[in-house]
């Protein structure tokens, strides 16, 4: 048997095929969208992925304001911050948050999910959230995608 027959293919910067996606958030639940665009960003739908290396794809997340929560989580489910000196703690509710800015539900939820190193704020650098409809990535000529389509 030929042991040069078969080879593994690792992607890297300059074989990586980025492409640009839009993500419609428009009655998605937010933790289920989350993931599936982590996966998207990271790259694990991709038959080349690689662990080590931004191979994912750039989305565009539009109709952030028009995201669901299930169950008790606008009111119940919290987001810590702590300002650095003694007693700094803060929180929001989600329903605060979204209030004062519904992408950053959406960003907050994807960056969870992505590595917590040098390559995941590399990654994070990948999304692009808007509240509304309209987006200014027009120019890269993104793709739609569906997220029911993906596993």
Not at 2 to 30: F, H, I, M, P, R
Not at 31 to 42: C, D, E, F, T, Y
């Amino acid at each position: 048997m030929n042991t040069l027959s078969y080879k593994t293919a690792s992607a890297n910067k300059e074989t990586a095929n980025k492409e640009w996606l839009v993500v419609d958030a428009d009655g998605q639940t937010l933790g289920r969208l989350a993931s599936k665009v982590a996966m998207l960003i990271r790259g694990k739908y991709k038959t080349n992925f690689t662990p080590h290396v931004d191979c994912g794809d750039n989305v565009v997340v539009i109709n952030a304001e028009k995201i669901n929560l299930t169950g008790n989580k606008w009111t119940d489910k919290s987001y810590i911050r702590h300002t650095g000196y003694p007693g700094g703690q803060r929180s929001l509710t989600a329903s605060e948050m979204f209030d004062k800015d519904p992408t950053r539900l959406v960003e907050k939820a994807v960056k969870g999910m992505l590595p917590k190193n040098k390559l995941g704020s590399a990654l994070f650098r990948n999304l692009y959230v808007y509240a509304g409809a309209e987006h200014k990535q027009e120019a890269q000529n993104p793709k739609a995608i569906n997220l029911n389509d993906l596993r």
